[in-house]
């Protein structure tokens, strides 16, 4: 049976090329984003995930042509940059809006269908930044924070049903995130040049980071998988990273990250 997915913020980056694995992997694929770009082999649905009306018209547009949904990738976010203090709230809103919420109005909209068929498969897509939170990205790192605990919950409430979550960790990738991200260097004379000093630091890692398509791989077959670890580190180095932040104290390691971006 040809398995049936969607991937959220499918346009661009990890998402499209994720799309794009699975579609080679014969599932039949939907991205849901607000932007058309058109790609062989994967089906567009116009849906602003931050919309639980538009997510759920999308969902329900899949079921009626597919009468299922085998997989769930919740890849689309976004990323801001900026001291805590000077950070706008209606940005550091906007920033939970899209990467938790959204992510919980396409999950919430898939577990009925899931439920009913017996089984399913959700990916959801976090970072590094989750379990090793990175300064003057407070908001960002605080949003992947909150997808970990809520894949980890939702494992276990969906587990009796035939459905496994996990989170993707994945670091540095060089993708249009870089150039996406919404950067304010309000205050930098008040913390030494720091705030544009780390931004530096994390857009040349960025840059030089993963390429889109390996990591769009990597996720495609986590989401094939039948299940997995809850939270999987994408690549060697962070894998390591994640290892470090588990077996070393909680103040060598966040000291570690601050010497990296906060020096």
Avoid at 58 to 72: K, P, T
Avoid at 137 to 150: D, E, T
Avoid at 183 to 207: L, Q
Wanted: glycine share 10%; net charge positive.
């Amino acid at each position: 049976m040809v398995k049936v997915a969607i991937v959220t913020g499918g346009s661009g980056g990890i998402g499209r090329c994720t799309a794009q694995a699975l579609s080679r992997a014969g599932c039949r694929v939907y991205e849901f984003s607000r932007h058309l770009r058109p790609c062989e082999g994967i089906e567009h649905i116009d849906a602003d995930m931050c919309d639980e009306a538009q997510v759920r018209a999308a969902v329900s547009q899949v079921l009626r042509r597919e009468g299922r949904i085998d997989i769930l990738v919740n890849n689309a976010g976004f990323g801001i940059s900026g001291a805590a203090e000077l950070t706008d709230p209606a940005d550091s809103h906007a920033q939970l809006e899209l990467n938790l919420y959204g992510m919980d109005n396409a999950t919430r909209a898939v577990l009925p269908a899931m439920r009913a068929q017996g089984g399913g498969r959700i990916v959801c897509m976090s970072s590094i930044a989750a379990i090793l939170p990175i300064p003057f990205q407070l908001w960002y790192s605080v949003s992947k924070a909150a997808i970990n605990a809520y894949v980890l919950a939702l494992q276990n409430e969906v587990r009796p049903f035939g459905i496994s979550v996990c989170a993707v960790m994945p670091g540095d990738i060089s993708s249009g995130f870089t150039q996406a991200r919404k950067k304010s260097d309000a205050g930098d004379e008040i913390y030494s040049g720091r705030i544009e000093r780390s931004v530096a630091v994390m857009e040349r890692d960025e840059k030089n980071g993963m390429s889109p398509e390996k990591a769009g791989a990597y996720v495609a077959r986590k989401a094939l998988q039948k299940s997995s670890r809850p939270l999987c580190a994408l690549g060697f180095s962070y894998k390591c990273a994640a290892m470090a932040a588990k077996l070393l104290p909680r103040r060598l390691s966040n000291w570690l990250v601050g010497l990296i971006y906060a020096g």
